[in-house]
């Protein structure tokens, strides 16, 4: 009778929640993750780095001497852009890392780079308003664009990033387009890099159609193959380029620290819509993670973390060409977290994870569904190599292979025909 009551109540509360709300609905996901939390599977499912790579004494030690050398301010209330020392050395970064000549002006810090991608939709987007993204695309770019309630269009992806003739071709159909988000070294959830000519043609269609480009870098420092090309912002000739990455996957998610930069004119309003939101991002974690790169040599602690997942993304190519059957595609990245696969036309991977993979091999992956604006696409899913060791790696997609092989899929008491 409790129940029923508090259900109904519930339901009943349902009504005073704003559509954006109603409509921006992750049921799929969150039954994925549960099952991929299971101790029993071997997930495949989250973008995690390695937990045995984070630097746990070096960043206690961060904080502590941050709190110490800074005395009682560090707990005050501090800049909505963040501590001028930590973003000089981000500008310093980009401009030896990405070859984005920057000021500490037009830096901001950020709560990961999940708020800074939320942060350019609340500038920029009204409901209904064009935006481009790439199919497939990062789920939680999609999330936090949700919510905005935005109209898509989306663009392939292939081996050279994102299409760039269906991107001109969308942009003369749809010239009110305002936003273009990209995700171009390492993609997520494909892997793949965007060529420089690509980028190139990228600034100048932007510039062309009047739009605003959203990069999306969280894995630029992790290449385990191959040379580093310059951002897109590199290209930018109009400021209309924002850059945003974060420090997730290069030392730890944990410390909710991202940063984007955008030339001033964009910068003020970033501020402001910044500063209504939470005001500033915690300071005493700004202070550690700018007294760690005083104290640490981060390029050091990277080439440390490719080296670890270069070994992983290898354990996960060799198992999956030992025992995929041939008729199942998959990307082959220079580095990043994931590899796309592309199941034949007719299989649902989403289906196909919930009534056999999991209960039968007891592994996860993300399926593609979830992964493209349209939710049209359903016959790929991403993987991810860095969170496991390679012998598990290899165990899981040597279960999942097997269910994937023809043969053993005729013999399954589903639906599903490959």
Avoid at 13 to 25: C, E, G, H, I
Avoid at 235 to 260: N, Q, Y
Wanted: proline letters at 6%.
């Amino acid at each position: 009778m409790i129940f029923a009551k508090k259900l109904a109540e519930a339901l009943n509360m349902k009504n005073l929640f704003a559509d954006r709300v109603l409509n921006n609905s992750t049921a799929d996901l969150d039954e994925i993750f549960k099952n991929s939390a299971n101790p029993e599977n071997i997930s495949f499912s989250g973008g995690f780095p390695d937990n045995h790579l984070f630097p746990e004494a070096d960043l206690k030690q961060a904080y502590q001497d941050a709190i110490t050398n800074d005395g009682p301010a560090i707990f005050q209330y501090q800049t909505t852009q963040g501590p001028l020392a930590l973003r000089k050395k981000i500008a310093a970064r980009m401009q030896q890392h990405a070859e984005v000549p920057t000021t500490a002006n037009e830096v901001m810090l950020t709560q990961g780079g999940q708020q800074a991608i939320d942060l350019v939709a609340k500038l920029v987007l009204n409901h209904g308003d064009a935006m481009i993204v790439e199919g497939p695309t990062y789920m939680g770019a999609l999330a936090a664009f949700d919510t905005y309630e935005p109209t898509y269009y989306e663009v392939p992806v292939d081996q050279h990033g994102m299409d760039i003739r269906v991107l001109r071709k969308t942009l003369r159909q749809h010239p009110e387009i305002k936003l273009i988000y990209t995700v171009p070294d390492f993609h997520n959830p494909t892997g793949t890099t965007m060529s420089i000519k690509r980028r190139q043609e990228l600034v100048a269609l932007a510039n062309q159609y009047n739009c605003l480009i959203l990069e999306d870098s969280p894995y630029r420092d992790l290449r385990y193959n191959g040379k580093s090309v310059p951002a897109v912002k590199h290209f930018d000739t109009e400021g209309r380029v924002i850059f945003i990455s974060s420090f997730s996957k290069i030392l730890s998610p944990a410390l909710r620290t991202g940063w984007l930069v955008a030339d001033e004119h964009l910068m003020t309003e970033l501020i402001n819509l910044k500063s209504a939101i939470d005001v500033q991002s915690p300071n005493v974690t700004l202070a550690a993670v700018n007294t760690y790169l005083d104290e640490h040599d981060l390029d050091a602690h990277i080439a440390k973390l490719n080296a670890a997942y270069k070994v992983k993304r290898d354990a996960m190519l060799t198992a999956m060409d030992r025992y995929f059957p041939k008729n199942v595609q998959y990307t082959r990245p220079n580095g990043g977290f994931f590899i796309w696969v592309t199941l034949p036309d007719n299989v649902d991977a989403h289906e196909l994870l919930t009534d056999v993979i999991l209960p039968q091999a007891h592994v996860a992956y993300v399926p593609s569904s979830c992964q493209f604006a349209s939710r049209k696409v359903k016959n790929g899913f991403r993987l991810n190599y860095t969170s496991l060791a390679p012998v598990t790696i290899t165990r899981g997609i040597q279960r999942l292979g097997a269910l994937l092989q023809p043969q053993a899929a005729a013999n399954l008491q589903t639906a599903i025909q490959f």
